[in-house]
């Protein structure tokens, strides 16, 4: 089965230092998205991009956060400075919008990502 | 953002007992999903539904698109230990591109 890929599984750093998560959609998916999800807040939608464009990153702060897709085989999501409120595990999940037929997001496993 | 009504937000049942959960929105929804996360993983998506009416089943689960496009409710026959973890709905919007709205979750434990 296609799956969505994410690296690191897991990471650990000290605050202050720049955070890169990568995440690889399924092969064919226009549609990409970066979630967040805590204990207290549940899943938080970050970053949404169709056809690579960004085209809702309401949901993410700015001053410290980006999310670029630099091809369409690749999404990044980077924290700079991270902050300890940061920490939380962060999923990419890609699906296919195409008119009226939308195919359901598939998610990755997730960055676990402790900031110290 | 917008958030789905998910309930319950727990459930703690014995194997074998069936198991039933639901989503409620003042939003009209165009398609409703149901995932599952197992501890450590990313949510796997169960079931979707596109239809307002719409029953479909995956093996020992069943949902349903409820008829006014606002709920849709989950069931699971005969749980067993493997069925732990936690359930999400998501409904898709009209005019909303592929971004889902997601329920809070529902946390199922089951009891050998």
């Known amino acids: 089965d296609a799956r969505v890929t994410q690296t690191p599984r897991h990471k650990v750093t000290e605050m202050g230092q720049e955070v890169t998560m990568r995440c690889q959609p399924i092969l064919g998916h226009n549609t990409v998205f970066w979630y967040r999800q805590t204990m207290m807040q549940g899943l938080e939608l970050l970053a949404y991009f169709r056809n690579r464009a960004p085209l809702d990153d309401s949901g993410m702060p700015k001053d410290r956060f980006s999310a670029e897709m630099p091809d369409a085989t690749l999404a990044t999501l980077k924290i700079q400075p991270s902050e300890p409120r940061d920490s939380a595990v962060y999923f990419c999940?890609?699906?296919?919008?195409?008119?009226?037929?939308?195919?359901?997001?598939?998610f990755g496993d997730g960055t676990r990502l402790s900031i110290l | 953002g917008q958030q789905l009504n998910q309930s319950p937000q727990s459930m703690f049942i014995q194997e074998g007992e069936d198991v039933s959960m639901n989503c409620t929105s003042s939003?009209?929804?165009?398609?409703w999903l149901w995932y599952k996360q197992d501890p450590g993983e990313g949510p796997v998506l169960l079931i979707a539904?596109?239809?307002?009416?719409e029953l479909t089943s995956n093996g020992r689960l069943t949902a349903q698109f409820g008829i006014t496009r606002k709920d849709s409710f989950l069931n699971i026959s005969a749980s067993i230990p493997s069925d732990v973890g936690i359930y999400f709905c998501a409904g898709l919007l009209y005019n909303a591109g592929n971004m889902l709205t997601f329920g809070g979750g529902t946390r199922l434990m089951v009891k050998p």
């Open positions: 999940a890609s699906g296919s919008e195409a008119g009226a037929s939308n195919q359901p997001q598939h």
């Open positions: 539904l596109y239809k307002a009416g």
């Open positions: 939003s009209i929804f165009n398609t």
